[in-house]
Protein backbone atom coordinates (compact mmCIF):
# COMPACT_ATOMS: atom_id res chain seq x y z
CA UNK A 1 0.00 0.00 0.00
CA UNK A 2 1.08 3.28 -1.10
CA UNK A 3 2.09 5.69 1.79
CA UNK A 4 -0.86 7.82 3.76
CA UNK A 5 -0.64 10.57 6.32
CA UNK A 6 -3.03 13.56 7.38
CA UNK A 7 -2.45 16.07 9.73
CA UNK A 8 -4.22 18.79 11.46
CA UNK A 9 -4.46 22.14 13.46
CA UNK A 10 -6.98 23.87 16.02
CA UNK A 11 -5.40 27.42 15.72
CA UNK A 12 -2.04 29.01 17.16
CA UNK A 13 -1.67 31.76 19.27
CA UNK A 14 0.28 32.39 22.87
CA UNK A 15 -0.71 29.67 24.75
CA UNK A 16 0.07 30.72 28.15
CA UNK A 17 -2.39 33.07 27.81
CA UNK A 18 -5.29 31.10 26.90
CA UNK A 19 -6.72 30.75 30.73
CA UNK A 20 -7.57 27.24 30.12
CA UNK A 21 -7.65 24.64 32.61
CA UNK A 22 -5.75 21.83 33.14
CA UNK A 23 -8.82 19.63 32.39
CA UNK A 24 -9.67 21.53 28.91
CA UNK A 25 -6.01 21.51 27.35
CA UNK A 26 -6.69 17.42 27.59
CA UNK A 27 -10.12 17.99 26.48
CA UNK A 28 -8.97 19.52 23.36
CA UNK A 29 -6.03 17.20 22.99
CA UNK A 30 -8.55 14.21 23.33
CA UNK A 31 -10.57 16.04 20.15
CA UNK A 32 -7.58 16.55 18.62
CA UNK A 33 -7.36 13.04 18.18
CA UNK A 34 -10.69 12.10 17.36
CA UNK A 35 -10.45 13.99 14.62
CA UNK A 36 -7.12 12.34 13.20
CA UNK A 37 -8.67 9.01 14.03
CA UNK A 38 -12.30 9.96 12.16
CA UNK A 39 -10.03 10.83 9.17
CA UNK A 40 -7.89 7.93 9.28
CA UNK A 41 -10.83 5.66 9.11
CA UNK A 42 -11.27 7.21 5.78
CA UNK A 43 -7.32 6.96 4.53
CA UNK A 44 -6.76 3.41 5.97
CA UNK A 45 -9.89 1.93 4.37
CA UNK A 46 -8.52 3.16 0.81
CA UNK A 47 -10.66 6.13 0.45
CA UNK A 48 -10.02 9.29 -0.49
CA UNK A 49 -8.02 12.29 1.25
CA UNK A 50 -11.13 14.46 0.03
CA UNK A 51 -13.38 12.92 2.85
CA UNK A 52 -10.24 12.25 5.09
CA UNK A 53 -9.88 16.01 5.75
CA UNK A 54 -13.64 16.77 5.84
CA UNK A 55 -14.09 13.96 8.60
CA UNK A 56 -11.60 15.23 10.46
CA UNK A 57 -12.69 19.06 10.30
CA UNK A 58 -16.19 18.37 10.99
CA UNK A 59 -14.67 16.67 14.54
CA UNK A 60 -13.13 20.30 15.46
CA UNK A 61 -15.69 22.16 14.34
CA UNK A 62 -17.94 20.08 17.03
CA UNK A 63 -16.22 20.79 19.14
CA UNK A 64 -16.46 23.61 22.00
CA UNK A 65 -12.29 24.37 21.96
CA UNK A 66 -11.50 25.64 19.00
CA UNK A 67 -12.48 28.40 17.03
CA UNK A 68 -14.46 27.06 14.32
CA UNK A 69 -18.46 26.06 14.48
CA UNK A 70 -19.06 25.15 18.19
CA UNK A 71 -17.09 27.69 19.78
CA UNK A 72 -15.91 29.90 17.04
CA UNK A 73 -15.35 33.71 17.41
CA UNK A 74 -17.85 36.68 17.69
CA UNK A 75 -17.40 39.42 15.54
CA UNK A 76 -17.45 43.28 16.94
CA UNK A 77 -21.70 43.03 16.74
CA UNK A 78 -22.12 40.03 18.97
CA UNK A 79 -22.71 37.43 16.29
CA UNK A 80 -20.38 34.57 14.40
CA UNK A 81 -19.50 34.99 10.78
CA UNK A 82 -18.10 31.97 9.62
CA UNK A 83 -15.68 30.69 6.72
CA UNK A 84 -14.64 27.48 5.29
CA UNK A 85 -13.08 25.83 2.34
CA UNK A 86 -12.31 22.43 1.06
CA UNK A 87 -9.62 21.80 -1.97
CA UNK A 88 -9.14 18.71 -3.81
CA UNK A 89 -5.59 18.30 -5.15
CA UNK A 90 -6.36 15.89 -7.83
CA UNK A 91 -8.37 18.15 -9.78
CA UNK A 92 -8.01 21.56 -8.49
CA UNK A 93 -11.79 21.30 -7.46
CA UNK A 94 -12.50 23.87 -4.86
CA UNK A 95 -15.49 24.80 -2.72
CA UNK A 96 -15.53 27.76 -0.08
CA UNK A 97 -18.36 29.98 1.98
CA UNK A 98 -17.56 33.03 3.88
CA UNK A 99 -19.82 34.98 6.47
CA UNK A 100 -22.18 32.05 7.02
CA UNK A 101 -24.20 32.55 10.12
CA UNK A 102 -26.55 29.17 10.15
CA UNK A 103 -24.45 25.94 9.04
CA UNK A 104 -23.41 23.66 11.60
CA UNK A 105 -20.61 22.64 9.47
CA UNK A 106 -19.19 24.71 7.32
CA UNK A 107 -16.79 22.32 5.73
CA UNK A 108 -20.18 20.43 4.48
CA UNK A 109 -21.22 23.70 2.38
CA UNK A 110 -17.54 23.97 1.18
CA UNK A 111 -17.38 20.60 0.21
CA UNK A 112 -21.53 20.91 -1.68
CA UNK A 113 -20.07 23.53 -3.74
CA UNK A 114 -16.76 21.67 -4.65
CA UNK A 115 -18.78 18.86 -5.82
CA UNK A 116 -21.39 21.07 -7.41
CA UNK A 117 -18.56 22.57 -9.22
CA UNK A 118 -20.37 25.86 -10.63
CA UNK A 119 -19.30 28.29 -8.30
CA UNK A 120 -16.18 28.31 -6.22
CA UNK A 121 -17.57 30.89 -3.29
CA UNK A 122 -20.61 31.80 -2.34
CA UNK A 123 -21.07 34.47 0.86
CA UNK A 124 -23.20 35.31 3.40
CA UNK A 125 -26.97 34.52 3.76
CA UNK A 126 -27.02 33.09 -0.23
CA UNK A 127 -24.12 30.55 1.42
CA UNK A 128 -26.80 30.12 4.17
CA UNK A 129 -29.25 29.19 1.89
CA UNK A 130 -27.32 27.07 -0.50
CA UNK A 131 -26.48 25.07 2.52
CA UNK A 132 -30.06 24.94 3.92
CA UNK A 133 -31.41 24.05 -0.17
CA UNK A 134 -28.80 21.35 -0.40
CA UNK A 135 -30.00 19.66 3.11
CA UNK A 136 -27.33 20.26 5.51
CA UNK A 137 -28.22 20.73 8.99
CA UNK A 138 -28.98 24.41 9.64
CA UNK A 139 -28.81 25.57 13.68
CA UNK A 140 -29.77 28.54 15.55
CA UNK A 141 -26.69 31.58 15.37
CA UNK A 142 -26.30 30.86 19.14
CA UNK A 143 -25.48 27.08 18.43
CA UNK A 144 -22.05 28.14 17.88
CA UNK A 145 -21.54 30.61 21.31
CA UNK A 146 -19.58 29.50 24.43
CA UNK A 147 -19.06 31.16 27.51
CA UNK A 148 -15.48 31.71 26.99
CA UNK A 149 -15.95 33.63 23.65
CA UNK A 150 -18.87 35.55 25.00
CA UNK A 151 -16.47 36.85 28.33
CA UNK A 152 -13.40 37.06 25.60
CA UNK A 153 -15.58 39.56 23.52
CA UNK A 154 -17.21 41.77 26.63
CA UNK A 155 -12.87 42.09 27.45
CA UNK A 156 -12.18 43.12 24.52
CA UNK A 157 -15.08 45.70 23.90
CA UNK A 158 -13.72 46.84 27.49
CA UNK A 159 -10.21 47.26 25.79
CA UNK A 160 -12.05 49.41 23.42
CA UNK A 161 -13.83 51.47 25.39
CA UNK A 162 -10.96 52.57 27.58
CA UNK A 163 -8.30 52.51 25.10
CA UNK A 164 -6.16 49.70 25.80
CA UNK A 165 -6.85 47.32 23.20
CA UNK A 166 -3.14 47.40 22.41
CA UNK A 167 -2.33 45.61 25.39
CA UNK A 168 -5.11 43.22 25.42
CA UNK A 169 -3.63 39.74 25.43
CA UNK A 170 -3.44 37.50 22.31
CA UNK A 171 -6.05 35.28 23.72
CA UNK A 172 -8.50 37.91 24.07
CA UNK A 173 -7.79 38.84 20.70
CA UNK A 174 -8.00 35.57 19.21
CA UNK A 175 -9.63 33.16 21.33
CA UNK B 1 -8.99 28.03 13.23
CA UNK B 2 -9.02 24.72 12.40
CA UNK B 3 -7.97 22.50 9.29
CA UNK B 4 -6.51 19.26 8.19
CA UNK B 5 -4.40 17.87 5.09
CA UNK B 6 -4.30 14.48 3.68
CA UNK B 7 -2.55 12.06 1.49
CA UNK B 8 -4.59 8.98 0.30
CA UNK B 9 -3.13 5.52 -0.84
CA UNK B 10 -4.19 6.69 -4.50
CA UNK B 11 -1.26 9.66 -3.77
CA UNK B 12 -3.92 12.02 -3.95
CA UNK B 13 -3.66 15.52 -1.75
CA UNK B 14 -6.79 17.42 -0.08
CA UNK B 15 -6.91 20.42 2.18
CA UNK B 16 -9.78 22.05 4.28
CA UNK B 17 -10.26 24.52 7.04
CA UNK B 18 -13.04 26.43 8.90
CA UNK B 19 -13.11 29.59 11.23
CA UNK B 20 -15.09 31.90 13.14
CA UNK B 21 -12.38 34.95 12.33
CA UNK B 22 -11.00 36.51 15.22
CA UNK B 23 -12.29 38.17 18.29
CA UNK B 24 -14.28 41.40 17.38
CA UNK B 25 -13.81 41.34 14.03
CA UNK B 26 -15.62 43.99 12.01
CA UNK B 27 -18.31 42.21 10.42
CA UNK B 28 -18.23 41.36 7.01
CA UNK B 29 -14.61 40.81 7.56
CA UNK B 30 -13.32 37.45 5.93
CA UNK B 31 -9.96 35.87 6.32
CA UNK B 32 -7.91 33.25 4.63
CA UNK B 33 -9.52 30.19 5.50
CA UNK B 34 -11.91 30.51 2.21
CA UNK B 35 -9.69 32.39 0.39
CA UNK B 36 -8.29 28.78 -2.14
CA UNK B 37 -4.46 29.28 -2.29
CA UNK B 38 -4.13 31.50 0.98
CA UNK B 39 -4.97 29.84 4.14
CA UNK B 40 -6.08 26.40 1.92
CA UNK B 41 -4.48 24.72 -1.28
CA UNK B 42 -3.73 21.17 -2.27
CA UNK B 43 -1.90 19.98 -5.64
CA UNK B 44 -1.13 16.80 -6.47
CA UNK B 45 2.21 16.40 -6.42
CA UNK B 46 2.99 19.21 -4.57
CA UNK B 47 1.44 19.61 -1.07
CA UNK B 48 -2.02 20.81 0.63
CA UNK B 49 -1.76 23.09 3.09
CA UNK B 50 -4.24 24.42 5.56
CA UNK B 51 -3.29 27.74 7.94
CA UNK B 52 -4.02 29.34 10.80
CA UNK B 53 -3.01 33.25 11.46
CA UNK B 54 -3.91 37.33 10.66
CA UNK B 55 -4.94 35.87 7.52
CA UNK B 56 -4.59 39.23 5.52
CA UNK B 57 -0.74 38.57 5.57
CA UNK B 58 -2.14 34.68 4.25
CA UNK B 59 -3.90 36.28 1.44
CA UNK B 60 -1.50 38.78 0.38
CA UNK B 61 1.56 35.94 0.33
CA UNK B 62 -1.12 33.47 -0.88
CA UNK B 63 1.07 31.27 1.11
CA UNK B 64 -0.87 27.91 0.24
CA UNK B 65 0.40 28.50 -2.80
CA UNK B 66 3.56 29.63 -2.62
CA UNK B 67 4.17 26.38 -0.71
CA UNK B 68 3.35 24.28 -3.49
CA UNK B 69 5.04 26.53 -6.07
CA UNK B 70 8.53 26.36 -4.17
CA UNK B 71 8.07 22.89 -4.13
CA UNK B 72 6.81 22.48 -7.68
CA UNK B 73 9.86 25.01 -9.48
CA UNK B 74 12.25 24.96 -7.02
CA UNK B 75 12.29 21.45 -5.46
CA UNK B 76 12.39 22.64 -2.22
CA UNK B 77 11.50 20.34 0.72
CA UNK B 78 8.20 20.38 2.49
CA UNK B 79 9.80 21.49 5.81
CA UNK B 80 12.12 23.99 3.81
CA UNK B 81 9.18 25.57 2.16
CA UNK B 82 6.58 25.59 4.91
CA UNK B 83 9.24 26.92 7.32
CA UNK B 84 10.24 29.40 5.13
CA UNK B 85 6.71 30.88 5.12
CA UNK B 86 6.19 31.15 8.74
CA UNK B 87 9.73 32.07 10.06
CA UNK B 88 11.37 34.12 7.24
CA UNK B 89 8.03 35.60 4.75
CA UNK B 90 5.92 36.62 7.57
CA UNK B 91 8.54 36.98 10.40
CA UNK B 92 8.22 40.63 9.66
CA UNK B 93 5.02 41.86 10.03
CA UNK B 94 5.21 40.18 14.15
CA UNK B 95 1.92 38.41 13.64
CA UNK B 96 1.02 35.22 14.31
CA UNK B 97 1.28 32.24 12.15
CA UNK B 98 1.12 28.26 11.75
CA UNK B 99 -0.23 25.96 9.16
CA UNK B 100 -0.25 22.09 9.10
CA UNK B 101 1.11 20.62 5.29
CA UNK B 102 1.27 17.46 3.89
CA UNK B 103 3.19 16.71 0.38
CA UNK B 104 3.29 13.71 -2.18
CA UNK B 105 5.78 11.47 -0.22
CA UNK B 106 3.32 12.02 3.30
CA UNK B 107 6.00 14.07 4.84
CA UNK B 108 4.31 15.96 7.20
CA UNK B 109 5.32 20.10 8.35
CA UNK B 110 3.85 21.91 11.13
CA UNK B 111 5.45 25.43 11.44
CA UNK B 112 4.30 27.88 13.77
CA UNK B 113 6.06 31.30 15.12
CA UNK B 114 4.28 31.65 18.50
CA UNK B 115 4.40 29.57 21.50
CA UNK B 116 1.98 26.84 20.58
CA UNK B 117 -0.24 25.54 17.58
CA UNK B 118 -2.80 23.43 19.02
CA UNK B 119 -1.62 20.33 15.91
CA UNK B 120 -1.72 16.62 15.72
CA UNK B 121 -0.74 14.10 12.94
CA UNK B 122 -0.77 10.55 11.88
CA UNK B 123 2.27 9.28 10.00
CA UNK B 124 2.01 6.44 7.19
CA UNK B 125 3.16 4.01 9.75
CA UNK B 126 0.11 4.71 11.70
CA UNK B 127 1.76 6.50 14.92
CA UNK B 128 -0.85 9.18 16.27
CA UNK B 129 0.22 12.51 17.93
CA UNK B 130 -1.04 15.18 19.15
CA UNK B 131 0.10 18.74 20.54
CA UNK B 132 -0.62 22.01 21.94
CA UNK B 133 2.92 23.68 23.11
CA UNK B 134 6.32 22.55 22.21
CA UNK B 135 6.23 19.04 23.81
CA UNK B 136 4.39 16.33 21.73
CA UNK B 137 2.44 13.33 22.88
CA UNK B 138 2.33 10.39 21.31
CA UNK B 139 -1.30 8.72 21.84
CA UNK B 140 -1.63 5.45 19.85
CA UNK B 141 -0.15 3.70 17.17
CA UNK B 142 -3.40 3.04 15.04
Not at chain 1, 136 to 148: A, G, K, N, W
Amino acid sequence: MKPIALAIHGGCGVMAQTGLSQQEWEEARADLASALRAGWVVLSKGGRALDAVQAAVIVLEDSPHFNAGHGAALNAEGEHELDSAIMDGATLAAGSVSAVRRIRNPVKAARALLEDGSLLMLTGPAADRYAEEHGLEIVSPDYFTTQRRTDTLKTMQAHERAGTAASASEAEKHG
Amino acid sequence: TVGAVALDSAGHLAAATSTGGYTNKPAGRVGDSPIIGAGTYARDGACAVSGTGQGEFFIRHVVGHEIASRIDYLDESLEHAAGKLIHLDLARYNIGAGLVAVDAKGNIAAPFNTDGMFRGWITPDGDLSVASHREVFFVERL
